[in-house]
C-alpha cells in the first residue's frame, strides 16, 4: 500500500461530525513526521466526495487556506453541515470536534 493510499485509508475511517490533523494521520500511518506529506496527499485526493479531505485540520484546528477543492469557505461549509462549529476565523474547537476514536491500518 502506498503513503497515499495509507492516508485515504485512515481519513475514511473519521465520523461526520468530527475532525482529525494531519499529525494524527501522519502518525496512525506510521509516518509521525510527514504530516506535510499527508496535506500533499489530500490535495491531490482521487475521491474528494468518497475521502472526506474536508474533515483534516491543523494542529490548532485552522481550516486549510487553500483548501483542494474550493477553498476555506468550502471547506467550512461542509464541516458546518456534518454539525461542527467553524468559527470567523476559520477554526475549529479541537476540545469538542476533535476524533479521539482509534486509527489504525487493516490488516
Known sequence: MTF??????????V?????VTYGQIAYAI???????QVGYALHVNPQP???PCHRVVNRFGRLAPAFA???EDVQA????????A???NYTVDLN????QGKLQLGE
Open 4 to 13: 497515499f493510499e495509507k492516508v485515504y485509508e485512515i481519513l475514511k475511517q
Open 15 to 19: 465520523p461526520q461530525g468530527k475532525v
Open 30 to 36: 506510521g509516518a509521525p513526521r510527514c504530516a506535510r
Open 49 to 51: 466526495f468518497v475521502i
Open 69 to 71: 477543492f474550493g477553498g
Open 77 to 84: 461549509e461542509l464541516l458546518r453541515k456534518e454539525g461542527v
Open 86 to 88: 467553524v468559527d470567523e
Open 96 to 99: 469538542k470536534y476533535l476524533y
